[in-house]
């Protein structure tokens, strides 16, 4: 459920800060297609009985992969098509057509709005949960779009026996939109790419901002009693949640609390599943307003406005690029507050990231460490690795000083075959969180799929 967009206010932040945008030496189009994503199919068809069916459920690691061709492919359309001799023109023309294709693919099937609602639908279907995603209804104008058709039984399931991934499930929408806005980053800065992608960025930071602030406030009271009513008596009508925020801060500070204590829903026809900002306790209210403020840490980076690489040293061997990126983003402990670090020398294509993970009692911390697509053997064989290593709260904890020790690790190899390149990717972690990793236990995974990579 979320707030209507200010159509207004987010078109012109995005079109004004796109105006710095530079011109790259080099534009490409890299398409990603995940075509088998193990074990989380194994779960999506399981939770739909049909392993074709399933596509419908798709991983994060999908709908994220998507998402991103809708964007990558329309921005580079623009990029190509509108050609100015002014270069002042040639940039806001681009930016300002970009704008209002993302402003009106927030409604659509694989917009951004769509990919928020997709990374709930994960969450749900890894605990084999069936859902729909209204997004793919178009619903222009809606003040309200839910994932719907879950079971009141399903998420007293989840809420009593797994509280961890319950906890996850309400903000794992939030986790999809950042998630999308540093994969993009990394495609304009490793891939030597510079898609007006700015407009999207802004809108989709800007959203999230303005949802996490307003949850703590009396309004929500309002649109939830309306929601009620409306939904009526038909379970299949409601939204797995209601307020994403105020339910996870709710379940942040009361884990242990039955999911049936929320009472009958108003219609005298199931459970009563939306949390009001006004029955927060006075501390996960304040928690919640407090983690309103640090969400404007995501504005902090130069890639928002329009730097997507900036020039470090030039040397005989070539050119050495940074940029940096600070995220906030919510967790089933608390949050992640990290640095994205992005470095490309002449040879190497290289990623770095401090976590600072918190709860309600202390800082936690962890490192990762990624290299991109470096070439093996010959210029048609690309290998990525990326790593991670981390100390989390003991069992995801919000309460606990107690900290467990964790890593993951990934390696995906791809070979071009012209534009065309199939590869495959294993990724194993241990217990804990990791954005866009649907397991909060640990878990290996097997990616199998197809590249395009347009020079």
């Given amino acids: 459920m979320k707030q209507k967009l200010i159509i207004f206010l987010l078109f012109f932040s995005a079109s004004f800060f796109a105006f710095s945008q530079k011109k790259s030496d080099t534009t490409s189009l890299y398409l990603e297609f995940p075509l088998f994503d193990y074990p989380y199919q194994s779960y999506a068809t399981k939770t739909r009985g049909n392993f074709f069916i399933a596509y419908a459920n798709p991983s994060m690691n999908q709908s994220l992969a998507i998402s991103n061709d809708l964007y990558s492919t329309v921005h580079w359309g623009i990029d190509k098509i509108i050609k100015v001799k002014n270069e002042f023109l040639d940039i806001f023309l681009k930016n300002l057509t970009a704008a209002g294709f993302d402003l009106l693919t927030f409604y659509t099937p694989l917009g951004v709005g769509w990919l928020h609602e997709e990374y709930h639908r994960a969450v749900l279907t890894r605990h084999k949960m069936n859902s729909y995603n209204d997004m793919n209804n178009f619903p222009f104008g809606k003040t309200l779009v839910y994932v719907r058709k879950v079971k009141d039984e399903d998420l007293i399931n989840l809420s009593d026996n797994h509280n961890q991934d319950f906890r996850r499930l309400m903000i794992a929408g939030n986790e999809g939109q950042f998630h999308q806005i540093q994969t993009l980053q990394k495609y304009n800065f490793y891939l030597n790419q510079d898609l007006p992608h700015v407009a999207l960025y802004w809108m989709s930071t800007m959203i999230n901002i303005g949802y996490l602030n307003q949850s703590g406030s009396d309004a929500f009271d309002k649109i939830i009693d309306k929601s009620n009513e409306k939904d009526g008596a038909d379970i299949s009508k409601r939204d797995f949640t209601g307020a994403d925020f105020t339910a996870w801060a709710d379940a942040l500070f009361f884990p ?19 949390i009001k900002p006004s029955q927060l306790s006075t501390e996960a209210r304040s928690y919640l307003k407090k983690q309103g403020r640090l969400h404007w840490l995501n ?50 294509n290289f990623f770095f990231a401090l976590h600072n993970y918190n709860n309600l009692k202390l800082p936690f911390f962890g490192l990762e460490f990624a290299i991109i697509d470096q070439n093996f053997f010959n210029d048609n064989f690309f290998l990525t690795g990326r790593c991670m290593a981390w100390v989390q709260p003991h069992e995801l904890s919000f309460f606990t000083k107690k900290a467990t020790f964790g890593a993951m690790f990934g390696v995906k190899g791809s070979y071009a075959f012209g534009y065309w390149a199939p590869y495959i990717a294993f990724e194993g972690k241990t217990d804990g969180w990791v954005m866009g990793n649907p397991f909060l236990d640990k878990n290996l995974s097997l990616n199998v799929g197809l590249e395009i990579r347009v020079p």
């Fill in 256 to 274: 242990d609390k039955p999911y049936e204590d929320r009472g009958i829903h108003p219609s005298g026809v199931g459970i009563n599943r939306y």
């Fill in 299 to 348: 504005i902090l980076s130069p890639h928002l406005f329009g730097f997507s690489k900036i020039k470090l040293n030039s040397t005989e061997k070539g050119d050495y690029y940074g940029n940096f990126a600070v995220r906030h983003l919510l967790t089933p402990f608390g949050n992640d507050i990290s640095l994205d670090v992005f470095l490309q020398t002449p040879k190497n």
